[in-house]
């Protein structure tokens, strides 16, 4: 696999059985769900990485343009950021759901570093819909129930205003 932003080949790291590829810059490829093995302070894989990636050099480049994704070579990437918090934007393959951190990225997220409860609820969205919002009609004589499985959301609430002021 080749870096995503020089073109250089990634290196393989294996840190607690489990394999990350790096590159000269300090940026980093997580295959799916792997990144939430490394993200929090408190866990020691996440620890080494942080110190590996430490070492290596950073290289100026605009991590605001789109890259295709390592393993996926012809998809882009979609940028979002990693957790409610918003302080750090990551770059996720919408084919294998892997994860690009940029240098410098995993130190941020390990100083913004998530509660479990904000894990739990990343790791669901990320399964579930890739951070994309479920917008549940609004309840009026032109629309069912909806399911009572749902749950309102601001978002959700303004779009039923809108569409109650169109009525």
């Not at 410098?104 to 904000?118: F, Q, V, Y």
């Not at 994309?132 to 749902?150: E, G, L, M, Q, R």
Request: hydrophobic share 35%; with cysteine; glycine share 6%.
């Amino acid at each position: 696999m080749l870096c995503p932003r020089t073109n250089t080949s990634l290196e393989p790291l294996l840190i607690g059985g489990i394999t990350v590829y790096t590159s000269t810059q300090g940026g980093v490829f997580f295959d799916n769900s792997q990144i939430f093995k490394f993200s929090s302070p408190e866990l020691k894989h996440g620890q080494v990485l942080l110190k590996h990636l430490s070492d290596h050099i950073e290289s100026e480049y605009d991590v605001s343009l789109r890259i295709n994704c390592p393993k996926c070579i012809s998809i882009v990437m979609m940028r979002r950021y990693f957790s409610p918090v918003k302080a750090v934007e990551i770059d996720e393959c919408p084919g294998c759901a892997g994860i690009w951190l940029d240098s410098g990225e995993l130190a941020k997220i390990h100083e913004n570093h998530l509660t479990p409860r904000e894990r739990k609820l990343l790791a669901h969205e990320m399964a579930t819909n890739h951070g994309f919002i479920t917008i549940k009609p609004p309840k009026s004589k032109y629309y069912p129930k909806a399911p009572k499985n749902v749950q309102d959301t601001t978002v959700e609430r303004l779009v039923q205003l809108a569409l109650l002021n169109f009525e």
